[in-house]
Each structure stands twice: as C-alpha cells, then as structure tokens.
C-alpha cells in the first residue's frame, strides 16, 4: 500500500499483510500465475515473473507454493482465467484511493469493493475518476542495512532509477514502470534482494489526515487489503506520526 509515509509506513502495511500468511501466499501464488501466463515458464526470459518469485521469496514464501503457481500458469490442472482491474474512488477525508485486482470474476469483485468503500465512508468512481492525481513508478525498498546513503543513490543511479529518498528507516528508490524490472534485478545484484519491491501509483499531492478521518480510512484500506482479489491499494494521504501512534492504540 502507497500512501503515507515513505519507508516506515509502507512497511507497517507490508508487515500486517505478510501476518495473515495465507492469504498474502495466495496473492503472490496469483501474480506468479498470471506473469507465467503472460509470459514464459521460464524467470530467466520473464521479468515479470523473475520479479513475482523474487518477491514470494522474499516472504518467506515456500519452494513448493512457487512451483504449484507456475504449473498453474503453464494450465497444468487449472484453467482458471484472471483479468487485471483497476478501481479508483474516494475514501474518508477526500482521500483519493486506487485499487488493483486479479480476478476470476469481475462482477464479484466490483461488488465487494463497491460494498468495500460506501461502508466505511468511501464512494467508488468511475475509472480515471482518481487516476490524475497519481503517476505511475516502479518503487523498490531498502532496509538501512543495504547501504549509505550515497552508496544506495550511486547503485540507484547506475541502474537507471530516476529518484532515492534515504533516511533512518530505509531508503525508497523510484523508476519509470518500463525500467522496473531492470533497475530492480541491477539494485538486487549489487545491494541484495530488497524486502518490496512493485509497480505503484504515486499520489502527486498527498493530503494530510487527522484522527476522525485516519481511522476509518485506514480501516477501509485494511478491508481492501483483506480482499483475496485486490492485489494493491494506493492512496494519496499523509498521516502524521503523532496521529498514527493515536490510530494503532
């Protein structure tokens, strides 16, 4: 989930999502699916699919649940056909929020997400309705551990990445969507494997969000992230420390 932030707060999102193990291994046993289907069999000839298994790995995601999802892919047993969709709609506060699915049933799944928003203070738009307000980047995350500053930003730079913000909780390198995986395969050579990494809508003017706001909005977001079809939930809001603090208590 994009959103607030930077590093710290993406990561509180990843590490609540990574809890609910099976469900966040079905989400990722999905992706590896559907970028085996579009693609090759093969990570070596697709990055689409080298990049899946580099993020499954890094959740600890077993051997086995890999392989069944790329078997899955190739139709061995299973004829199970995703589509990918895009959702946009207005959260608590005039928060602008962007949800990506796979799904086997679109129908379903526009329904539950409808249902998703307009129960917790949101009404979903029409596609593009939000869209604007967001730019699309290839986003890789680092822990501190990975490097300096100016070692992250000289790697980040001879990868090809357009921008690195560092700071004690990480370091956040953005790409152009077309360079992501390039740059992610060159970032995870020389610093190691990176704990996310994904294509992600940037909000171009985030807004800040006070406490009667921020706990609904977050609670839609933890609704959406609990969907088995919605892949990625994007936001463009700012909560403050002190306010997130007063939120998760």
Known sequence: MAGHSQFKNIMHRKGAQDAKRARAFAKLAREIQVATKLGSPDPSMNPRLRSAIATARSANMPKDNIERAIK????????????????????????????????????????????????????????????????RLGQILFTPGAGSADAVFEAAVEAGADDVTSGDDGHVVKCAPDNFHAVREALAERLGEPPHAQLIWWPQSPITVGVDAATPLLKLIDVLDDNEDVQSVSANFDIGDDVMAHVTT
Do not use: C, Q, W
């Not at 679109?106 to 539950?112: D, I, K, L, P, V």
């Not at 249902?115 to 738009?125: C, E, Q, R, V, Y």
């Open 72 to 135: 899955k892919g190739i139709g061995d047993g299973d004829d199970t056909e995703f589509h990918e969709v895009r959702y946009e709609g207005y959260g608590p506060g005039g928060v602008a929020i962007i949800v990506e699915a796979l799904t086997d049933n679109r129908n379903r799944t526009a329904a539950e997400i409808r249902t998703a928003f307009s129960k917790h203070g949101g009404n979903l738009g029409e596609t593009g309705s939000v869209g604007f307000m967001f730019e």
